[in-house]
């Protein structure tokens, strides 16, 4: 068992083990987890540390067989593109399980172990370097969303949510499962599920277009509502809102990033006639994305409903870098996607914790917490500002990466995904500190709050924080090792040709066609 | 001859025998007994097969032993020890004839095994027949309860009907072919094809198959009977008696009538569609569990269809594939349905309300049970709607039509969703008003418990081994 191997089975195997666990041992399920988690996080840190950048290929390669009749190996492998989710996937799993101390005080193993399932699926899905299994380990994920939202969440809509997210988690799978297999079954005798041979085959003896134009919109759509494209969004929100805090940290932070993943590996490159046609449209839905969730989140007055906006429109910034097809839009994207998951973890943790110590997140009746919980309060004025683009957080390096490739290509969309990241997030952003944290103790309303006091509660917070602000400062750990594996999917995409005269127009012309992200920067 | 062949459903049969005699000498008390011995005898006829290096033919070509056959047998011999296991716990809701009642399990099962080597319309009649008439008992084996008679009377209706169909296609298709062999009708199916006659009989067959395997139209007994019977009953037949329905439909069809099969492939498209569409959409209202998994029998009946109606070796040995998940997962939910009706006194769905306080192992092979009919990873059901869908969507490049069954497969499992997670959620979140009391489960069952959830894991995490398996047997096809 190698690295990668082992990050993905520590968690199943630590939630197979933990189902022997006599029950009245109730803290041990979480220590075990975090045990557990902790063990992967730290496995993470060291492949993104050993990964070799700019080699070609993937690395860090594992093969056993699934079903060898068919072509359907677990074949896991890490490139560019997946190192960092894997890392981000990782150290929110840790911090999730960090989180749920508190909230979680009834039959704790059960949820234990469907976080661990949930963790282990999204990150095999991440390493999956076959089709087949990159989707079968999505999936380990719905059914624990869907048990952990009934039994421990929140709300009075609780039971509506819990069959909502469900709903549409399926609709979008099974489209998505049905755009894979029509792609699978494009590729001559004997066939394979692995994504590197897919990628080589198509390229070679590319998909007649009349299929592509069939396939790219069924996996667009189908990934689309699994990322909550709009107008496919409203289960997101409502969804995150009720779940509880760890639930929501993985969903909302990791699992989400599933459907853009595959839009990144597998539609564009494999389909790139089909998404040349279909990602304009794309382009413009990102905008429902971008203005119309970011308008709803301003309207909220439930600060988990905030959240779960902001975060449906953050989705609209990746969507937007990779309709842009430029290697610095896709690497935008990439970087979006890591740095979301940071973010989108770390505020929900926050809310969560607020939820622990209020019983309510009614932004109306909150106020002038900064007082009380100076840690718990400055972290969260960090994230709402890394969550409107602030430098120095990795969502300003990423988003400013995403506009700066998609400029070319639609710069009408740009400018108002531009005026929708600064203007509208800093609306609702500051709007909520201001709500939350600064002015008066609310008179109707008056608690006491305990701020996290101990390492142990201001672990993961810190954690999350730290990583975005050291990919915030030097984005370039992450940009130089995704931009070579980016670069083979955007040149598949465009075609070598068009590749050219883009690069060519984005980059200094001295340097004849090599693009050098850092000159961007 | 080669009689030697048969030696499995030789013993099966020998053993139905014994348990009658033996039950002319068992004390009444310790009847109930009789069931685990028959199915650990069962359980050893089984481990035989795998022993035994069984293969050709028998009885003039009558009986076909093949790969096919042997993976159906296998399936029913299994099947046939988690409902005799299953019959001994809830053997007391029968006020009398147990042992009649294992006899006609072990005889049916004789018959499902027959269906799986038939190789001739005679022999496929016959063993069908079996089948049935044992089971017009087996379903009104309440004799007490008018709701078990009325479950008996509307199988017997339907299944005579059915054999009405049935037996006068077949008159029709040996009138026109004159011949009743697979391999003979095969070699003059392609000359007759233009004879209206002749497809009509070939029509009726298959409508009589449909029944069996409670397709769209003969799908309306199957949430009457589930109900009525007692659950191994319907335990056996949503498993055994759909199995063999299938095995014989596809060596009928492929076998027999290849170039036919070509041709109505549309038509499978549309009876697959149709069945899945209303076997999902008629669960939805149910709040009686055993007339859920009635419906969900029909649309599973549906989906195994889907490869059917693919008309390739993909589809068949998807077919394959997913029938022998189908029988795990339906066999685990059966089993926690007889067990929680018998302890909490009731098959509505809120009785289920708190199980995972009551037992925990229950309410995980139920939930288990649950993800594989959805068909989710990681279990059986996924993996064998995986290779239904892509044999499917590989047909759909030849044939628009097909689009449509996709659509409606996909619509199902959407809406399986919503019902099936309506039952994970009684187990989960609501909490029942009676009392908390941990649930006792008998040693032999929850073996079976066990056995039925290894099954659903190993085909949806190691598919391998049974994927070569059924991919060598469909080629054995021809």
Same mark, same amino acid.
């Given at each position: 068992?190698?690295?990668?191997?082992?990050?993905?089975?520590?968690?199943?195997?630590?939630?197979?083990?933990?189902?022997?666990?006599?029950?009245?041992?109730?803290?041990?399920?979480?220590?075990?987890?975090?045990?557990?988690?902790?063990?992967?996080? %730290?496995?993470?840190?060291?492949?993104?540390?050993?990964?070799?950048?700019?080699?070609?290929?993937?690395?860090?390669?594992?093969?056993?067989?699934?079903?060898?009749?068919?072509?359907?190996?677990?074949?896991?492998?890490?490139?560019?593109?997946?190192?960092?989710?894997?890392?981000?996937?990782?150290?929110?799993?840790?911090?999730?399980?960090?989180?749920?101390?508190?909230?979680?005080?009834?039959?704790?193993?059960?949820?234990?172990? &469907?976080?661990?399932?949930?963790?282990?699926?999204? &990150?095999?899905?991440?390493?999956?370097?076959?089709?087949?299994?990159?989707?079968?380990?999505?999936?380990?994920?719905?059914?624990?969303?869907?048990?952990?939202?009934?039994?421990?969440?929140?709300?009075?809509?609780?039971?509506?949510?819990?069959?909502?997210?469900?709903?549409? &988690?399926?609709?979008?799978?099974?489209?998505?499962?049905?755009?894979?297999?029509?792609?699978?079954?494009?590729?001559?005798?004997?066939?394979?599920?692995?994504?590197?041979?897919?990628?080589?085959?198509?390229?070679?003896?590319?998909?007649?277009?009349?299929?592509?134009?069939?396939?790219?919109?069924?996996?667009?759509?189908?990934?689309?509502?699994?990322?909550?494209?709009?107008?496919?969004?409203?289960?997101?929100?409502?969804? +995150?809102?009720?779940?509880?805090?760890?639930?929501?940290?993985?969903?909302?932070?990791?699992?989400?990033?599933?459907?853009?993943?595959?839009?990144?590996?597998?539609?564009?490159?494999?389909?790139?006639?089909?998404?040349?046609?279909?990602?304009?449209?794309?382009?413009?839905?990102?905008?429902?994305?971008?203005? +119309?969730?970011?308008?709803?989140?301003?309207?909220?007055?439930?600060?988990?409903?905030?959240? !779960?906006?902001?975060?449906?429109?953050?989705?609209?910034?990746?969507?937007?870098?990779?309709?842009?097809?430029?290697?610095?839009?896709?690497?935008?994207?990439?970087?979006?996607?890591?740095?979301?998951?940071?973010?989108?973890?770390?505020?929900?943790?926050?809310?969560?914790?607020?939820?622990?110590?209020?019983?309510?997140?009614?932004?109306?009746?909150?106020?002038?917490?900064?007082?009380?919980?100076?840690?718990?309060?400055?972290? *969260?004025?960090?994230?709402?500002?890394?969550?409107?683009?602030?430098?120095?957080?990795?969502?300003?390096?990423?988003?400013?990466?995403?506009?700066?490739?998609? /400029?070319?290509?639609?710069?009408?969309?740009?400018?108002?995904?531009? /005026?929708?990241?600064?203007?509208?997030?800093?609306?609702?952003?500051?709007?909520?500190?201001?709500?939350?944290?600064?002015?008066?103790?609310?008179?109707?309303?008056?608690?006491?709050?305990?701020?996290?006091?101990? $390492?142990?509660?201001?672990?993961?917070?810190?954690?999350?924080?730290?990583?975005?602000?050291?990919?915030?400062?030097?984005?370039?750990?992450?940009?130089?090792?995704?931009?070579?594996?980016?670069?083979?999917?955007?040149?598949?995409?465009?075609?070598?040709?068009?590749?050219?005269?883009?690069?060519?127009? &984005?980059?200094?012309?001295?340097?004849?066609?090599?693009?050098?992200?850092?000159?961007?920067? | 001859?080669?009689?030697?062949?048969?030696?499995?459903?030789?013993?099966?049969?020998?053993?139905?025998?014994?348990?009658?005699?033996? #039950?002319? /000498?068992?004390?009444?008390?310790?009847?109930?007994?009789?069931?685990? +011995?028959?199915?650990?005898?069962?359980?050893?006829?089984?481990?035989?097969?795998?022993?035994?290096?069984?293969?050709?033919?028998?009885?003039?070509?009558?009986?076909?032993?093949?790969?096919?056959?042997?993976?159906?047998?296998?399936?029913?011999?299994?099947?046939?020890?988690?409902?005799?296991?299953?019959?001994?716990?809830?053997?007391?809701?029968?006020?009398?004839?147990?042992?009649?009642?294992?006899?006609?399990? =072990?005889?049916?099962?004789?018959?499902?095994?027959?269906?799986?080597?038939?190789?001739?319309?005679?022999?496929?009649?016959?063993?069908?027949?079996?089948?049935?008439?044992?089971?017009?008992?087996?379903?009104?084996?309440?004799?007490?309860?008018?709701?078990?008679?009325?479950? !008996?009377?509307?199988?017997?209706?339907?299944?005579?009907?059915?054999?009405?169909?049935?037996?006068?296609?077949?008159? =029709?298709?040996?009138?026109?072919?004159?011949?009743?062999?697979?391999?003979?009708?095969?070699?003059?199916?392609?000359?007759?094809?233009?004879?209206? %006659?002749?497809?009509?009989?070939?029509?009726?067959?298959?409508?009589? %198959?449909?029944?069996?395997?409670?397709?769209? @139209?003969?799908?309306?007994?199957? @949430?009457?009977?589930?109900?009525?019977?007692?659950?191994?009953?319907?335990?056996?037949?949503?498993?055994?008696?759909?199995?063999?329905?299938?095995? =014989?439909?596809?060596?009928?069809?492929?076998?027999?009538? @290849?170039?036919?099969?070509? #041709? $109505?492939?549309?038509?499978?498209?549309?009876?697959?569609?149709?069945?899945?569409?209303?076997?999902?959409? !008629?669960?939805? @209202?149910?709040?009686?569990?055993?007339?859920?998994? !009635?419906?969900?029998?029909?649309?599973?009946?549906?989906?195994?269809? *889907?490869?059917?109606?693919?008309?390739?070796?993909?589809?068949?040995?998807?077919?394959?594939?997913?029938?022998?998940?189908?029988?795990?997962?339906?066999?685990?939910?059966?089993?926690?349905?007889?067990?929680?009706?018998?302890?909490?006194?009731?098959?509505?769905?809120?009785?289920?309300?708190?199980?995972?306080?009551?037992?925990?192992?229950?309410?995980?092979?139920?939930?288990?049970?649950?993800?594989?009919?959805?068909?989710?990873?990681?279990?059986?059901?996924?993996?064998?709607?995986?290779?239904?869908?892509?044999?499917?969507?590989?047909?759909?490049?030849?044939?628009?039509?097909?689009? $449509?069954?996709?659509?409606?497969?996909?619509?199902?499992?959407?809406?399986?969703?919503? +019902?099936?997670?309506?039952?994970?959620?009684?187990?989960?979140?609501?909490?029942?008003?009676? #009392?908390?009391?941990?649930?006792?489960?008998?040693?032999?069952?929850?073996?079976?418990?066990?056995?039925?959830?290894?099954?659903?894991?190993?085909?949806?995490?190691?598919?391998?081994?049974?994927?070569?398996?059924?991919?060598?047997?469909?080629?054995?096809?021809?």
């Amino acid at each position: 068992m190698n690295n990668l191997t082992l990050i993905i089975a520590i968690p199943f195997l630590a939630a197979l083990g933990m189902l022997f666990l006599p029950r009245r041992e109730k803290d041990l399920a979480q220590q075990v987890a975090m045990l557990a988690t902790g063990a992967t996080a %730290l496995l993470a840190i060291a492949l993104f540390v050993k990964f070799e950048t700019g080699l070609p290929g993937f690395q860090f390669e594992s093969k056993i067989p699934f079903a060898k009749a068919l072509g359907i190996w677990f074949h896991f492998g890490v490139d560019g593109v997946n190192v960092g989710l894997i890392l981000m996937g990782a150290i929110v799993g840790f911090a999730a399980t960090c989180v749920s101390f508190d909230e979680i005080r009834d039959r704790q193993k059960e949820f234990y172990i &469907l976080l661990l399932v949930m963790i282990g699926g999204i &990150l095999g899905s991440f390493a999956s370097m076959d089709i087949f299994m990159f989707f079968f380990f999505h999936e380990f994920a719905l059914v624990p969303t869907f048990i952990m939202i009934g039994v421990w969440g929140r709300g009075v809509d609780k039971n509506y949510a819990t069959f909502k997210i469900t709903l549409y &988690l399926v609709v979008g799978s099974m489209i998505s499962l049905a755009g894979l297999i029509a792609l699978y079954l494009q590729a001559p005798e004997p066939r394979t599920f692995n994504m590197v041979e897919l990628a080589q085959i198509f390229r070679d003896n590319p998909i007649a277009f009349g299929q592509q134009n069939l396939i790219f919109p069924l996996l667009m759509f189908g990934f689309g509502i699994l990322v909550s494209l709009w107008p496919f969004h409203t289960w997101a929100p409502l969804g +995150y809102g009720s779940a509880p805090t760890a639930t929501a940290m993985m969903h909302a932070g990791v699992i989400k990033k599933f459907g853009l993943y595959g839009l990144i590996r597998i539609a564009v490159p494999m389909c790139p006639e089909g998404a040349q046609n279909w990602l304009p449209l794309l382009a413009f839905l990102c905008l429902g994305n971008i203005l +119309y969730c970011g308008f709803v989140a301003m309207k909220q007055k439930d600060l988990n409903l905030l959240i !779960g906006n902001s975060s449906v429109a953050h989705m609209g910034f990746v969507f937007l870098g990779i309709a842009s097809l430029t290697l610095i839009g896709v690497t935008g994207a990439v970087l979006v996607m890591v740095a979301h998951g940071l973010l989108a973890a770390l505020t929900f943790g926050l809310s969560g914790y607020l939820y622990g110590q209020t019983r309510t997140l009614d932004m109306d009746r909150m106020g002038g917490y900064l007082n009380q919980l100076p840690f718990i309060g400055a972290a *969260m004025v960090m994230a709402m500002m890394a969550g409107c683009g602030l430098p120095g957080f990795a969502n300003f390096a990423g988003e400013a990466m995403v506009f700066f490739g998609a /400029w070319k290509a639609y710069p009408f969309v740009t400018t108002l995904a531009v /005026w929708g990241a600064l203007v509208i997030g800093a609306v609702y952003m500051l709007r909520a500190i201001r709500n939350i944290l600064h002015g008066e103790e609310n008179a109707d309303n008056k608690v006491s709050l305990n701020d996290a006091a101990d $390492w142990r509660k201001r672990a993961p917070f810190a954690l999350l924080l730290a990583t975005l602000l050291v990919f915030g400062f030097a984005p370039r750990l992450l940009t130089s090792k995704i931009q070579p594996s980016a670069k083979a999917i955007v040149d598949a995409a465009n075609g070598i040709e068009t590749r050219l005269v883009e690069v060519a127009q &984005l980059d200094a012309p001295a340097k004849g066609g090599e693009t050098d992200l850092n000159d961007v920067e | 001859m080669n009689a030697g062949l048969t030696i499995l459903e030789i013993a099966v049969v020998a053993l139905g025998l014994g348990v009658m005699l033996l #039950d002319l /000498w068992t004390p009444t008390e310790r009847k109930r007994e009789l069931g685990l +011995y028959a199915a650990v005898v069962v359980l050893g006829i089984l481990g035989a097969s795998f022993v035994l290096d069984l293969s050709g033919e028998a009885f003039g070509g009558m009986y076909v032993l093949d790969g096919m056959a042997m993976f159906f047998k296998r399936l029913t011999l299994f099947a046939m020890v988690v409902v005799l296991v299953m019959s001994v716990e809830v053997g007391d809701q029968l006020k009398s004839g147990i042992a009649e009642y294992y006899s006609l399990t =072990l005889f049916a099962g004789a018959g499902m095994m027959f269906a799986a080597s038939a190789n001739n319309l005679a022999m496929l009649f016959v063993s069908l027949e079996l089948i049935t008439v044992t089971f017009y008992i087996l379903v009104s084996a309440q004799r007490s309860q008018a709701r078990s008679l009325e479950a !008996g009377v509307k199988y017997l209706i339907i299944g005579a009907l059915s054999s009405a169909v049935m037996v006068y296609g077949i008159a =029709l298709v040996f009138g026109i072919a004159g011949d009743l062999t697979f391999a003979g009708l095969a070699a003059k199916s392609a000359a007759h094809s233009g004879s209206l %006659l002749f497809l009509l009989g070939v029509f009726f067959i298959l409508l009589g %198959l449909g029944f069996k395997v409670s397709s769209v @139209p003969f799908q309306l007994w199957a @949430p009457d009977v589930y109900q009525g019977g007692i659950t191994p009953t319907s335990a056996f037949l949503a498993v055994g008696s759909k199995a063999a329905g299938f095995v =014989l439909m596809l060596r009928l069809l492929f076998v027999a009538f @290849p170039s036919i099969a070509q #041709d $109505w492939a549309t038509l499978l498209a549309a009876i697959s569609g149709i069945t899945i569409l209303y076997g999902n959409l !008629g669960a939805i @209202p149910q709040r009686n569990l055993k007339r859920l998994m !009635g419906y969900s029998s029909i649309a599973h009946g549906g989906y195994l269809m *889907m490869g059917v109606a693919a008309v390739s070796a993909a589809g068949q040995s998807a077919t394959m594939v997913y029938l022998g998940g189908y029988t795990f997962t339906a066999l685990a939910a059966f089993a926690v349905i007889a067990i929680v009706a018998k302890t909490v006194e009731g098959e509505d769905i809120s009785s289920l309300a708190g199980l995972h306080r009551r037992s925990p192992v229950l309410a995980l092979a139920m939930t288990l049970a649950l993800i594989s009919l959805t068909g989710l990873p990681p279990m059986a059901g996924f993996f064998g709607k995986f290779m239904l869908l892509k044999s499917v969507i590989h047909a759909a490049e030849a044939n628009t039509a097909y689009y $449509w069954l996709i659509a409606a497969a996909v619509f199902g499992v959407v809406v399986s969703v919503y +019902y099936y997670f309506n039952v994970i959620r009684t187990i989960f979140f609501v909490e029942g008003n009676n #009392d908390d009391a941990p649930i006792e489960i008998s040693r032999p069952l929850s073996f079976s418990l066990f056995a039925c959830v290894a099954g659903m894991l190993v085909l949806g995490l190691y598919p391998d081994a049974v994927v070569s398996f059924a991919i060598e047997a469909v080629g054995a096809l021809g």
